[in-house]
């Protein structure tokens, strides 16, 4: 069972479109040269087959960053346990994009594989938590806001 209906920020009711989703992966990927339109539709696929998974409650999200390592400021969050949150975009940022926001992150690790020369990066295991502040673990805008219908 594929969603029929999605509810937008301003709380009115619209009609979902799995394209749109699709769209802001595939603008991600082509900005970054990792993947293309296929794989879009895949990575969409398979994100529409978790949603719907999903029960009333809280979401367990987790994920590695790789950052590039410029000072101590983001390893002192991990090794101090100092939460924070963490925000990317989906898309150019312009047009038919998403921004993503975890509002409340721990780090649970931290690693610095120094290998040759070039930028250091530190690839760090975090884990969303929910925050009782926006009442979620992660919040979804869509950029530009959608217009509204009559």
């Known amino acids: 069972m594929r969603f029929a209906t999605i ?11 799995a394209a749109k989703i699709t769209q802001a992966i595939a603008k991600a990927g082509q900005a970054t040269g990792e993947f293309g339109d296929q794989e879009a539709r895949r990575l969409t696929l398979k994100t529409l087959d ?15 960053i790789s950052a590039y390592f410029q ?26 994009s998403y921004i993503i926001t975890l509002p409340r992150v721990k780090y649970s690790g931290g690693d610095n594989p120094a290998d040759g020369e070039g930028p250091i990066t530190l690839n760090m295991p975090f884990q969303a938590l929910y925050d009782e502040k926006t009442k979620t673990n992660i919040r979804i805008d869509r950029i530009p806001p959608a217009e509204p219908t009559p």
């Open 7 to 17: 509810k937008k920020r301003d709380g009115r009711t619209g009609v979902f479109d």
């Open 50 to 64: 978790l949603a719907e998974a999903l029960v009333a409650g809280r979401i367990n999200i987790t994920g590695t």
């Open 71 to 96: 000072n101590m400021d983001l390893l002192r969050k991990f090794t101090d346990e100092i939460e924070t949150s963490l925000q990317f975009t989906l898309g150019d940022g312009e047009t038919e």
